[in-house]
């Protein structure tokens, strides 16, 4: 697995999770949801993207989105 395909699986499952959590617990969870749109949105525009450092810096290979 390569790091474009574990950030775009990490946010898949925190927006789910959210959803999920803004159902059963309180709406106020879907802030989460917000903010992992928010930084899926300025990653497409700026290439930056903190989770793929992370991944980065951990060793985890680059796909052709988060190359630096």
Do not use: E
């Not at 395909?5 to 959590?21: C, D, E, K, N, P």
């Not at 159902?23 to 899926?40: D, E, I, Q, R």
């Not at 949105?41 to 190359?67: D, E, V």
């Amino acid at each position: 697995m390569n790091i474009d395909r574990f950030v775009l699986a990490f946010a898949g499952s925190v927006v789910l999770l959210s959803v999920i959590l803004a159902h059963f617990v309180s709406p106020w969870w879907l802030l989460l949801t917000l903010f992992v749109g928010a930084n899926l949105l300025q990653s497409a525009f700026t290439g930056f993207c903190p989770l793929a450092r992370i991944l980065s810096w951990m060793g985890m290979k680059p796909g052709c989105a988060f190359r630096s």
